[in-house]
Structure formats: structure tokens, C-alpha cells
């Protein structure tokens, strides 16, 4: 029984490990890259855009967040206390928004800076919900890319229901990951996912 609980809370770490709340801007990019116009794009024009979004949104605020988590001393698990957690949004929100101005900057396509937009939009209204209730920013980011795929299948015209199948067991797997972990409740890891849904559909729609 002590083995199975183990085994269980290991892989929990993992599936944790996996799904970062920082991968929801590259899902995002590779959704576009398969289903839009942008498929015809090089494949070496969209390795760059890859590699540009990677660092300021994934390589950048999780090395800045280890430095912050590593000068005050704390574990990981010491960091997820929701007093905690505004410095790692502040420099998850600075980070995006520099991608997002380097993207314009660089006169990209406005689809692709909008998935940088969707995600930043997420973080802030995390940022913003954390200040009164700990909310999942992992669901979140699955959330955010289940509202990416609303809004681009709108846009595009696929079909999403097998892609968003998909992200519906991800995002359950992922939050029941955070509740065995002991990081989340149940209203927690399910309002991330509708925080994380109705910001980056929002956003695409909208802004």
C-alpha cells in the first residue's frame, strides 16, 4: 500500500513536471503551424518563431523564478503558498509581455502574437484571483489552450471535438495530479480551467 502511494504521488510529480503552465504559447504556435494558412510558412521560419516564443515564455521566467525560489531559501512546495506566488506572476507577466512586444516588433503575423496575448491575458487574471483565492495555474494553461482551440476553430473552420477531447482528460489528469500533490482543491484546479478557457478565447476573439 506504502509503494502504490509512492508510486502514485511520483507520477503526480511528473504529469506536474510535464504540463508547465508556461507551454501554453508553443501549444498554441504548433496548433496554428497544423491548421492554418501558416502550415505553408518554412519550416525553418517556424522553428525560429518556436525557439523566440521558448525563450521569453518558457526558458526565461521558470530560470528567474528558480533564481527568486533559490535566494529566498524556499522548496517548491514552500513556493506554491499563495502569498507567495505574486513575485513569480510579476515576472511571468513581464516576460510574456516582452515576447509579445518583440513579436510586434518583429511584424509577425497577428495570430501568432495573439496566442502570447492569450496567455498573458491568463496569467494576469491568475495573478489577479491569487491575490484573494490560490487558483491552479496549471489548469489554467491547459484551459488556455482548450479556449485557443474554441476560438481558432471558430476562426478556421475544423473541427476541434477530438482535439478538445483531448484537453479535457489532459486537464483532468493534470488537476487531480495538483490534488494528490495536496497544492489544490477540486474548485481550484476547475476554476483555473474556466479562468485559463475564457481569457485565451477572449483574447483571440477579442484583442
Request: charged residues 10%; hydrophobic residues 60%; positive net charge.
Amino acid at each position: 500500500m506504502i509503494r502504490q502511494e509512492k508510486q502514485i504521488i511520483l507520477a503526480a510529480r511528473i504529469l506536474s513536471m510535464l504540463f508547465t503552465p508556461f507551454w501554453l504559447p508553443i501549444a498554441g504556435l504548433i496548433v496554428l503551424f497544423l491548421f492554418s494558412y501558416m502550415s505553408i510558412f518554412p519550416w525553418y521560419y517556424k522553428l525560429q518563431v518556436l525557439i523566440l516564443t521558448y525563450l521569453f515564455t518558457i526558458l526565461l521566467p521558470t530560470a528567474m523564478i528558480h533564481l527568486y525560489r533559490r535566494y529566498q531559501g524556499w522548496t517548491l512546495i514552500e513556493l506554491g503558498i499563495r502569498e507567495r506566488r505574486m513575485v513569480p506572476y510579476v515576472i511571468s507577466i513581464v516576460c510574456y509581455f516582452t515576447c509579445t512586444y518583440v513579436m510586434q516588433r518583429l511584424h509577425m503575423p497577428h495570430f501568432m502574437s495573439s496566442i502570447v496575448v492569450a496567455a498573458l491575458l491568463v496569467q494576469i487574471a491568475c495573478a489577479i484571483v491569487n491575490v484573494w483565492w490560490k487558483i491552479s495555474e496549471h489548469t489554467a494553461a491547459i484551459g488556455g489552450i482548450g479556449g485557443a482551440l474554441f476560438a481558432f476553430a471558430e476562426y478556421l473552420d475544423f473541427n476541434p471535438v477530438w482535439w478538445m477531447c483531448l484537453v479535457f482528460i489532459v486537464a483532468g489528469m493534470v488537476g487531480t495530479s495538483r490534488m494528490i500533490l495536496r497544492q489544490h482543491t477540486l474548485g481550484q484546479v476547475v476554476g483555473g480551467f474556466w479562468v485559463g478557457f475564457v481569457c485565451a478565447a477572449f483574447a483571440i476573439f477579442f484583442l
